[in-house]
């Protein structure tokens, strides 16, 4: 491959993920237009902006993390698709957002090339667009009268624009339109300087010095690269074309306050009408087709345009898609939960199994020693654990067989030896019994000293708390007991 692995996928999640982001969008968008219905056009241009950026944020955020993380592991691939096969009824639940992630990861590769080759003919329409753009700057152009010149002059210093703004007319546009960001261009058909009256060519003047203004033909080419990236995300194409309404009806607005003369203006906007024509997509015009009804019905005192039917349709699925996705990611965790405490508990099962059999044999070894030596002592306690093996519990898995340690001496029989060592008891005994607890030592009938019955407590006595303690050692319970 040209490019790494890591690369692509990064890619095909930030794809995928910018679908899911367009719900988001689109929902906040609609809640912009139908609550800024009686705001001020740069309010709502201004709102739309910003939640551009942010879904743009979000979503390069979305391919650096992305680009960090490893690929996928066969090992990973291999449990989601055993999920799919022995959880039929989480894959009838899963998302549309879900099953289109996993198809993404499948076809990763082939989705990003076919995304890269309409990327890469979209920016070739692009740079023919910006080479048109510059060839009638340079070869198209024709220059005005002294006295518009000084006009144009008048209105810059007018509306603060620092700029040298030039201005010409051109025979191959029917539309007045800005090209340009650092060396701006305002281009006339030919003709239109005549044709209408002096007032109305101010205030195209105006309106397209405002373009430039607000610096809108560098927005327009930063969205146009929005457009290219997203062109397959129907809420990022919907919110552009807001956003370029939007911005008509901004330089609408100041062409407004600085003419104070709304019927000049409209009269403008209806007698440009008859030369529009298809215009560059990357210029500035003053007016584009399809937007002329909204504008003059925004100007006439009507207000800020609403939603669509259509449109609210849009919004009214696209709201109740967010709603389901949001469902269904809050209960994957559960569903993911669900899975590791089956297989969780499938392993515990197997290993209490194998540990059960262990311990079964371990203490059936210990009864049968028991039964046949007579050296090994009759525990008999409450809380002692040593000369037992701790039963198996249900919810903890024993350790493995591998790991079980040997088999320790009886504590018994290390007392009787302690007990030889200190002459306490001969070898020749024939008879070896004792009882020692948490109160006394006896041994073959003998209370032992206080002495000697604490060398053997603290040694051999575990403490108990509340608990009473004693090991017996072949006692005869109708022996006499006698104070040494």
Known sequence: MLISENLVNAIGTTLIYSLWYGLILAAVTGV????????????????LICSMLIFLVVSVATFLISLNKEVLSPSMQTQDQGLAIHSPALAANAALFTQLKSYVIDHNETIVLVWFLIIMVRCFQLIIGLNGLNH????????????????????TQQLGINQAIQVGECALIRVPMVIGHLKPLIL??????????PQQIEAILIHELAHI?????LVNLLQSMMEILFFFNPAVLWL???????????????????????INYISALIACQEYQQTAPAYAMTFNRSGGLRDRVHRLVGKGNTSLNTIEKSMLMLCTVALG???????QAPKFKTMLKDVTKSNKTAAAKLVDEVVVNQVSKKRVQRNTVSLSNPVVQNETIATCAPTPARLDTPLAPLQKLQPVQTPIGELVAQELIKDSLILKVDTQISFMLSDTELIVNGKKMPPEIYQKYKDKYVPATGRSTWKLTYNLDISTKITIS
């Open 324 to 330: 389901f996705g949001l469902l269904a990611f809050s």
């Open 32 to 47: 912009i237009i139908l609550s800024t219905r009686s705001s001020k056009p740069v309010t709502r241009y201004n709102f």
């Open 188 to 197: 006339l058909p030919i003709g239109l300087l005549t044709a209408l009256p």
């Open 136 to 155: 009638l700057r340079k070869h198209s152009t024709f220059a005005i009268s002294v006295k518009w010149k000084n006009k144009i002059q008048s209105l």
């Open 213 to 217: 203004y607000r610096r809108d033909y």
């Open 240 to 262: 552009s074309a807001l956003i370029k309404a939007e911005r008509e009806n901004c330089c609408d607005e100041l062409t407004i306050d600085q003419t104070s003369n709304k």
